[in-house]
């Protein structure tokens, strides 16, 4: 097991609890501009079995930037991250950070290179609690030999400031995370990735089981996190939520590449139109105003 | 969204009240501790053979009861760690018996110091944990499975090796051998203190929980075991180990195996190869009974030695009552789903008062 030395890179200006519109002055995102990109992928391609995951799909994410993925179910997205976060190897195209070619063998090799993911899913252990949720996989210890021990008063405390430092006042942090609302385990895994020095934030889909307000206080964690100097990718159905906090944006259909957009060159009318299929959507309203009258489905004999 | 980032949940309690989240914290956790049920359980066991039997309350009495409860609890605790990583390990009674085989037999076989015969018997127990440890983190089937298979395998070899090498279904006394009388000491010695008859195994049933409730809690190692067991995939994302955690969680209940075994060897010179057989639902049953989750992910070796406890206490005082002792299955089963009732009972209530 590699001991990380346990070398806390919290926001240096602390995350603002109320984090608003980006301050353009936070040194990393305003010069990045030209600075190369932490994550590269280029042409990108994943297949399983025979099965086309992935054609073609390149993505760059920058400190202080959010990229985001859209598209449909089964679009790709997941598969995509999981290049990103060492769970899949790509079969064709080059996944590059900071500049170098890569190839994770291991979710490991993804945060020793400073990626860190927050799955939809997978987070968390439900029945730990907060504190050692928040540090599992990297735990701080005290002492040597035999009495090598968890520094179980630090990992307490430090969850606590931290998650305050986000706007999170849990009561106890010794509660099981199973049973802190979905919005604050998501940002308890965003201020997990963020403590421990992450340059790459990985996010699939944080706000998919979440109500409207919920989401709100997760996308501001994000912002946070952004604002923090992170380069965070962000996976989402959501056009609108997207479009709150992205930086650019990255339209996926059936594996392919269907558009890549700053957000300078695209109003968020547009980017929902083209998520939701262009002019697919005007011929599914068109259906849809036909279709107001049931007509049984073929087949099947109706009721009655 | 405005700018209020209190908690979703409603807060109920202004920040000042702080005394008194703390001591609802404070009950929350007591009630929260997987071994609650079993404490519980062993409490009215305890009380219930007091009244019925006379001399229960005995000292000699109380130490019968806990030798009774240490070769139950020194495989129950390494159990107990398995299950909480997420794993079942039905070999462990058979496991028992091979251990004790190997180093009667090799030390009879070899005619050197049982010593030999002991240091060899560790290295098959250990490698047996590794085995299933490996096949199941490689080959991704349920442990029921392959630990089944383990458990039919060891059974086999168990009688057809000892009858291939000594002709018969119990091994040769090795009471004569060298060592023998150290080892005595070491594995099935016993110290009179006061009055009472202290076996040297409950000592090393009390070192075990100590040891294991160490790593549990306190241990980086410890964290994996819950995180294995708890949310495999999770644990495996965020970069701890799950494999080898696993393979390790098996080789500790080799080493439990072990330790029994070699117990009950130089406890009565000869091992009868059938033994063993049924034994291991006892062990998972006292780490069921002390809080364990069958699912994973949740419990402690504290418990699965109260569970233990429970188990002496009972088979015991069956006796002491005077009883039919065919009442113990009876009353084991009963502890189990009343156990089992009450901790999902506790644990609902613990999540459920956020
Ligand atoms: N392990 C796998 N083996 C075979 N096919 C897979 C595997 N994982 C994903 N796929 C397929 O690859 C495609 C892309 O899946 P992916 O999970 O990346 O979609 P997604 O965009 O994340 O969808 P959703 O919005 O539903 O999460 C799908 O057609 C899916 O069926
Ligand atoms: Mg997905």
Request: with cysteine; aromatic share 8%; net charge neutral.
């Amino acid at each position: 097991m590699s001991e990380r030395e346990q070398q806390p890179q919290g926001p240096d200006e602390g995350a603002p609890a109320n984090p608003a519109p980006r301050p353009a002055s936070t040194g990393a995102s305003a010069a990045t501009g030209a600075e190369a990109p932490l994550v590269e992928l280029s042409d990108v391609s994943k297949y399983y079995g025979n099965v086309k995951a992935l054609e073609g799909v390149s993505l760059e994410v920058r400190a202080g930037e959010i990229s985001c993925v859209l598209g449909d179910n089964g679009a790709g997205k997941s598969t995509l991250i999981k290049i990103i976060s060492g769970l899949h190897q790509h079969d064709a195209g080059t996944f590059r950070i900071d500049v170098q070619t890569a190839r994770l063998g291991s979710p490991r090799e993804a945060l020793d290179r400073g990626i860190a993911t927050v799955y939809q899913d997978l987070a968390v252990v439900p029945l730990m609690p907060v504190w050692r949720n928040f540090f599992l996989g990297s735990e701080p210890t005290k002492g040597r030999g035999p009495l090598r021990r968890l520094d179980t008063a630090t990992m307490r405390e430090t969850t606590r400031t931290e998650l305050r430092r986000m706007g999170i006042d849990l009561r106890d942090v010794d509660q099981p995370i199973g049973t802190i609302s979905g919005g604050e385990r998501q940002c308890v895994a965003i201020a997990r990735a963020v403590y421990f020095g992450a340059k790459v934030l990985v996010l699939d889909e944080p706000t998919a089981a979440l109500g409207v307000k919920q989401s709100g206080v997760v996308l501001k964690y994000v912002a946070a996190a952004r604002d923090a100097g992170l380069g965070v990718v962000l996976i989402t159905h959501n056009p609108h939520h997207a479009y709150l906090v992205g930086d650019r944006f990255v339209l996926l259909k059936r594996g392919a590449m269907a558009g890549s957009h700053a957000k300078a060159e695209i109003t968020l009318d547009e980017l929902t139109r083209q998520m939701a299929g262009g002019s697919e959507l005007e011929e599914l309203s068109h259906e849809l105003a036909r279709a107001s009258t049931p007509t049984p489905r073929p087949g099947r004999p109706t009721a009655e | 969204m405005s700018g209020s980032l209190a908690r979703p949940t409603t807060p109920a309690d202004p920040p000042e009240q702080d005394e008194r989240l703390l001591h609802r914290s404070t009950l929350r956790r007591l009630l929260g501790r997987p071994e609650l049920g079993a404490v519980v359980g062993a409490v009215a066991v305890f009380v219930f053979f007091s009244v019925v039997a006379d001399s229960f309350l005995q000292l000699s009495s109380l130490s019968t009861v806990l030798y009774a409860s240490s070769t139950i609890g020194i495989m129950a605790v390494p159990v107990a760690l398995l299950m909480i990583g997420g794993e079942f390990d039905l070999s462990t009674g058979v496991a028992v018996t091979t251990s004790a085989l190997v180093s009667s037999m090799f030390s009879y076989q070899m005619t050197a110091n049982v010593w030999v015969g002991v240091g060899v018997s560790l290295l098959t127990s250990l490698a047996i944990g590794f085995f299933n440890g490996v096949v199941l983190v490689r080959m991704g089937l349920p442990s029921f499975i392959i630990t089944l298979a383990t458990f039919l395998m060891l059974t086999g070899m168990n009688l057809g090796f000892t009858k291939l090498i000594s002709g018969k279904v119990s091994t040769k006394t090795i009471g004569d051998m060298e060592g023998f009388e150290s080892a005595r000491k070491v594995f099935a010695s016993q110290h009179t203190i006061g009055d009472v008859n202290i076996k040297v195994t409950i000592v090393w049933w009390l070192a075990l929980v100590a040891l294991a409730t160490w790593i549990l809690l306190r241990t980086r190692a410890g964290n994996w075991v819950f995180a294995a067991g708890g949310n495999a995939h999770a644990a495996r994302a965020v970069g701890v180990p799950v494999a080898r955690t696993k393979i390790a969680l098996y080789m500790g209940t080799g080493f439990g195996a072990w330790m029994l075994g070699q117990h009950l060897l130089f406890s009565f010179d000869t091992v009868q190869s059938g033994e063993g057989v049924g034994n291991e639902l006892l062990y998972i049953i006292a780490a069921v009974i002390g809080g364990c989750l069958m699912t994973g992910g949740y419990g402690s070796a504290i418990g699965a030695a109260v569970g233990a406890l429970i188990f002496g206490m009972t088979n015991k005082g069956i006796v002491y009552a005077q009883w039919d002792a065919d009442w113990f299955k009876y009353f084991l089963g009963a502890m189990l789903l009343l156990a089992t009732l009450l901790n999902a009972w506790v644990r609902k209530r613990a999540e459920a008062s956020k």
